[in-house]
């Protein structure tokens, strides 16, 4: 009975070791770039510290570093408010309105990427989901339109005087043009990309939103998420993959 | 391809920190865990009225059962821990020592359980004159 009893009390222990991992794990990956590793190097620091202080007595420095682990929860939310914000929208979303059918908005946005990307016409547009982009966004038109094929295809052709920047729908409404977003400062973003690519990058990786992006150069048509890139391989995919990321509430 | 292997890297950097802290942070709390340790501590007898010996004998160890957390008890065998016993302002006769807590040079946090034996008696006796 003892045993058992005693091995209970280690299959708990261990258990309890292997939550706390994936708990960490868990919210680490929910953080991004080189930072999150200096965050964890720094924390594992500190808590080294605080055992070896508590160890030899050191009754000094684990004060130090007792106050420095308190504050460190702050000074995480505040680094990282943007991520955690992200965290959380898409821990919001819930699976089964994915089901739900899709409004016409993705169908006129997928047939006007086609068509610019046939063109050869590059294009930027800004698809809102949880989080506002209005505090990202620098000049732009107003608009506030209905999102048709033929609207978003004009506002990109060459001579148009707004087709250098984004178009942003919000609610389902085209709602600006011309719009310029914060280029991404990430090091590791392919020298390769041009500005549109970078715009896209830099604006998902401070909030939730879908860009669309289709290269004047090779004509083609990408989607990006979260600072990440995936190329688009035809219009169904397009389409599938819109419907996948923005959910109908987002269009209302 | 360049930022595929980056970030195959960075999340195995990502794991390896997390294990790593997730231990760090399990070790603190096992080892604030309350535990016991049984020491083998030396009786000494510090200010001695002058004009005063001992007579006979005292006790030279007590056996001292002791509890507190974890950390603390591992560096306690490898700390010169002694019972020291205060004797300003003996009388020459018997004396009746009681080894109680405060007589352990022990961190506040660590609390004395039992001692073996408890009490002991001395004769304490004035030194002859030569």
């Known amino acids: 009975m003892n045993s058992f009893l005693q091995n209970i009390g280690v299959l ?81 979303r819930s699976r089964t309105e994915k089901d739900v059918e899709m409004s016409d908005v993705i169908d006129e946005l997928v047939f006007a990427v086609a068509g610019l990307a046939q063109k050869k016409i590059g294009a930027l ?121 923005v959910e109908p509430r987002w269009l209302k | 391809m360049m930022a595929h292997v980056r970030g195959h890297e960075w999340l195995k950097g990502v794991k390896f920190l997390s294990v790593l802290l997730a231990v760090l942070i399990w070790l603190s709390v096992i080892l604030e865990r309350p535990g016991e340790m049984l020491l083998t501590v030396p009786v000494g007898l510090d200010r001695m009225p002058r004009g005063l010996q001992l007579e006979g004998g005292a006790p030279a160890e007590l056996e001292v059962v002791v509890s507190g957390p974890q950390i603390l008890l591992f560096l306690l065998p490898f700390h010169q821990t002694r019972c020291r016993v205060d004797l300003a302002g003996a009388q020459p006769g018997q004396m009746q020592l009681s080894f109680r807590e405060g007589y352990f040079d022990l961190d506040p946090e660590i609390k004395v359980l039992h001692v073996v034996p408890d009490t002991a008696t001395i004769v304490l006796a004035r030194k002859e004159q030569n």
Do not use: W
Not at chain 1, 157 to 165: K, M, R, W
Not at chain 1, 205 to 212: I, K, M, N, R, S
């Open chain 1, 125 to 245: 547009i800004v698809i809102e989901r949880a989080i506002s982009v209005d505090s990202y966004l620098a000049v732009g038109t107003d608009i506030d339109a209905k999102v048709t094929s033929e609207l978003i295809s004009s506002i990109f052709l060459p001579y148009s005087p707004i087709h250098d920047g984004a178009v942003i729908i919000q609610h389902g409404k085209l709602t600006k043009a011309g719009c310029f977003l914060p280029l991404t400062q990430n090091l590791e973003v392919s020298k390769s990309l041009g500005t549109r690519h970078r715009a896209a990058i830099g604006l998902t990786e401070l909030v939730d939103a879908v860009v669309v992006v289709v290269s004047e150069e090779s004509g083609t048509a990408s989607v990006i998420v979260g600072g990440k890139k995936t190329e688009v391989i035809d219009m169904p995919s397009l389409g599938k993959s819109l419907r996948r990321l």
């Open chain 1, 12 to 92: 708990r222990d261990l258990l309890d070791l292997a939550l706390a991992v994936l708990i960490i794990s868990r919210l680490a990956r929910l953080l991004k770039g080189v930072l999150a590793l200096r965050i964890l190097a720094i924390l594992s620091a500190l808590v080294a510290g605080h055992l070896l202080a508590r160890f030899f007595s050191l009754q000094t420095v684990r004060l130090i570093i007792d106050l420095l682990l308190a504050s460190s929860v702050v000074g995480l939310a505040v680094i990282f408010q943007t991520d955690i914000r992200r965290a959380f929208a898409t821990l919001a």
